[in-house]
């Protein structure tokens, strides 16, 4: 992409209704623009990066064996009467009438809908297990919707539902989101600790939150800190072996980890002294077992192998994937801007041309431009006519993780200069030598 033919309003001055680092700086780096409070317009740099959160989370249910599909924002207020949250669940619902005067909501979560797809078409304990999950819009209509796409009203999550025929199979459903929740958050760079929460109006007594430590989280929380050195790393996991999911999972949930609503004082004070932290955390996924809440007043039954019929065991599971945005700002920044990692980046790399208009600066940008192309990574390609200061500023704001930075000086001796965002470093080296160190980085991406 040619920055000069790309849209991308970035601001200079840091916007007055931004508290937090991750909300100023997606303004600033033209990522998303409010709307109306908490609804954002996500403009074309914060888009690519939505999108390749969205297909990380992606890839990491279906390695775990979850089938995706798409249910619809809006959902029909009598589907939510047969579980009796229509009225439960406050104004926090959007009501919304159609012109037939029926009565309808943007749905806040989806557990009453995928009951209602899964009595429609599932019977027996011989389809089972199953988890279904879609990544879709939510509305709440939260009291205070603040920094930005942390917490929104409408807002992008991951949702998977678990049916099982028993509590057993249920809670090896849990147990492989979590797994594969740890592995999705390492992915993208973050530290996110399972914490043992409280259920709310999902319901159900296993639940576990998910949370990023960071000074700007919502959520205190009450940890023992040997559990941020806790790795998944590139273990080949089997999904279908309950032993081995079980076992990571109590791998990370052994050590002391609550957030405040669950936090139990005794417990916190068994572990030694100098381990023990307290700090703030985002919350960005939660996993629930509720067993038979929503499929015992739904309806939806399965009959099992000596031929009774009984309701599905059912769990669910969110991601918070837009607001992983911010999270991860949080997690990854300077003074100078944002510094995406090589998994997350809007664009793998940036060119900046030292001297627009001068025919050798040109000429060795276009050329690393196609060739790193031919190697499948589209560069931002800052072609602008502007001064060499204001381009390096643009380029550390929106946080691409590599620069190559071309100049009439050093290709009069043969080099440009490659540049780690996060570390700073440079080296000088040919531009065939850049083209090829970017794709050796991009090569296990
Ligand atoms: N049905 C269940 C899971 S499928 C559910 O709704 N869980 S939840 O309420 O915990 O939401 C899942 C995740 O969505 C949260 O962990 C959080 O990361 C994200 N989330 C919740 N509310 C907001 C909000 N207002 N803005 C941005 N993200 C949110």
Redesign the pocket.
């Known amino acids: 992409m040619r920055l000069s033919r790309y849209f991308l309003p970035v601001l200079k001055e840091n916007p007055a209704e931004a508290q937090i680092v991750s909300h100023r700086y997606m303004l600033r780096a033209g990522m998303i623009k409010q709307q109306a409070a908490g609804i954002y317009s996500w403009l074309p740099l914060g888009f690519r990066v939505l999108k390749r959160i969205e297909e990380i989370v992606h890839q990491e249910q279906v390695r775990a064996g979850h089938i995706p599909l798409l249910m619809p924002t809006l959902q029909s207020a009598d589907l939510w009467r047969e579980s009796g949250r229509y009225d439960d669940y406050g104004q926090e619902m959007l009501r919304i009438i159609d012109r037939q005067k029926r009565e309808m909501l943007y749905g806040p979560?989806?557990?009453e809908m995928i009951t209602d797809i899964f009595r429609s078409h599932v019977n027996s304990y011989k389809d089972l297990p199953l988890t279904l999950y879609h990544i879709q819009w939510k509305f709440?209509d939260?009291m205070r919707p603040r920094f930005g796409?942390?917490?929104?009203?409408e807002?992008l999550?991951k949702?998977?539902y678990s049916f099982d025929i028993d509590k057993d199979a249920a809670l090896h459903a849990y147990n492989r989101h979590m797994v594969s929740y740890l592995r999705t958050y390492e992915r993208m760079g973050l530290t996110a600790i399972p914490m043992r929460a409280a259920s709310g109006p999902?319901g159900g007594d296993n639940t576990h939150?998910f949370l990023v430590l960071a000074q700007t989280g919502e959520s205190e929380v009450f940890y023992d800190d040997r559990v941020t050195a806790l790795k998944l790393g590139q273990r080949d996991i089997d999904f279908d072996d309950r032993a081995v999911v079980a076992d990571v999972c109590k791998e990370f949930t052994t050590l002391y980890a609550r957030t405040d609503e669950t936090h139990d004082v005794t417990a916190f004070e068994a572990v030694p002294e100098h381990h023990r932290k307290v700090g703030r955390g985002i919350?960005?996924?939660?996993i629930?077992y509720f067993g038979t809440k929503y499929s015992e007043a739904m309806g939806a039954m399965v009959v099992t192998p000596d031929g009774s019929r009984v309701p599905v065991e059912m769990g669910?599971?969110?991601?918070?994937v837009?607001?992983l945005l911010g999270a991860i700002i949080e997690a990854s920044h300077d003074d100078k801007g944002i510094i995406w990692s090589e998994e997350v980046t809007p664009f793998p790399v940036g060119i900046v041309n030292l001297k627009q208009g001068d025919g050798a600066a040109d000429a060795a940008c276009e050329g690393l431009y196609k060739a790193l192309a031919t190697k499948g990574l589209e560069a931002l390609y800052d072609d602008r006519d502007e001064r060499a200061g204001a381009k390096f500023a643009t380029m550390d704001m929106i946080g691409l993780p590599w620069r190559i930075t071309v100049g009439p000086r050093g290709l009069a001796s043969g080099v440009v200069e490659v540049t780690s965002r996060r570390t700073g470093e440079s080296e000088e080296v040919s531009p065939e030598a850049a083209v090829a160190r970017i794709a050796q980085i991009y090569a296990g991406v």
């Open positions: 979560t989806n557990e709440r939260e796409v942390m917490r929104g009203r807002f999550m949702d998977g999902i939150e919350e960005v996924g939660q629930f669910s599971h969110g991601i918070g837009s607001r």
